[in-house]
């Protein structure tokens, strides 16, 4: 496994450039099943959560290929082509290591009428259940079964009529899963209290490029004219607005001023009204955002919630940064249940963060200290390295693989703008 190993205190400065987006391209590969045409996807992150995604379509009958980028160069094109679905059955080792493996149902299920998809199982951050997900589709006119730790899903006739859905939760997923699956319903579909995630866009003006129906996009209600069939399309992933938020907090912690190149404001203005909150300058220019710090950083409230609030993914980071602030913040996560897993090793760090079931309270403090601390999942790494960005003296962060699923170069990107910064094989 490896390493990455930080020499702290060095102040960021200079341009990092946004790959394409992981939670993007996670819901737009399965699309190439909803076509015997061939789908090319561009501006593709190099992740090993990418990579698990195009072996799964492998195992289904899908073909891939993928065009390399020239050394210093982001974003990959990959063309994919499910001319015959081999295979309806997404396979527990799969899913087990990737839980988005879970959006292939829906599309699955669209084109071959029948799917059967091994359950994803909980994560580090929480349950995770897919009910809405199996709801949603059953509105849709699916024939649902569980058995043996699979879900087996089967269109009558072997094509869904389609149906309404009002989610009882936000979920981002079961939207991707219930919109793949209505494109090529027999009938019109109408999803309420669905989310609206930039990555949920992204996946409906794709599905919009291969021909599907969709009104609504970017609201909370979707309504979907099911077609006879999709063609395929040529299309880039939208910019990672995780990402970006992740390296903005980079040079807010690190006292720096970092040029997020390809950042679209419109995605994170959550992100950036609580960057500017903190004292943060944000500068917008026509190829991206640049972030720079001014002075002490100031603590904040913060909630999470569905989009357009305050996204889950950027609270262990901003837990980061907040440790250094200029007095208490305080944070709420009302998404997942169990999302403070970095805070013990932030606090190995000496950060001062109080738990009290959903809510945090970061005392700010003058300086952090380097240490060996161990990854859990990816935003919680993510969270030790700009721990360790800013922190005294040394730190190795542990199982850096939780990294590699949804951080695209990392140590490059972060070399460029000045951290001392290597991986390091522990064997
Ligand atoms: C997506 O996960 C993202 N993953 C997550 O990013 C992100 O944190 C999450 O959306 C929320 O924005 C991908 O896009 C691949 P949900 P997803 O369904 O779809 C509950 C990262 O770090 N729920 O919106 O799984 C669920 O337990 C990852 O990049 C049900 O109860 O999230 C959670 O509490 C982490 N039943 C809440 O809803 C269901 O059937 C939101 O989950 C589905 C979800």
Redesign the pocket.
Known sequence: MDSIWIQGGKRLEGKIPISGA??AA??LLPCALLTEDKLTLGNLPRLADVDSFGHLLNQLGVSTMIEGVRRGEYGRRMTLHAADIASTVAPYDMVRKM??SILVLGPMLARAGEATVSLPGGCA??????????QALECLGAEIELAAGYVKATAPNGRLPGGDYSFP??????T?NALMAAVLARGRSQLFNA?R?P?IVDLCNLLVAMGGQIEGIGSSHLTIDGVEGLHGADYDVMPDR?EAGSYACAAGITGGSIDLVGARADDMRATLNALAQCGLILEFHDNGIKVSADGALKPLALSTA?FPGF???MQAQFMAMLSLADGESFLEET???NRYMHVPELRRMGAEVEIHGRSAVVHGIEKLTGAQVMAT???ASMSLILAGLAAEGETEVLRVYHLDR?YERLEEKLSAVGATIERRSTG
């Open positions: 992981k939670n996670l819901a839980r988005a951050i929480g349950d995770r259940p897919i009910d809405l997900h199996l939760v936000v979920s981002v997923g079961a991707e989310a995630e990555e995780i569905p996204a889950t993914d998404i997942f249940e999942d990816l935003r949804g």
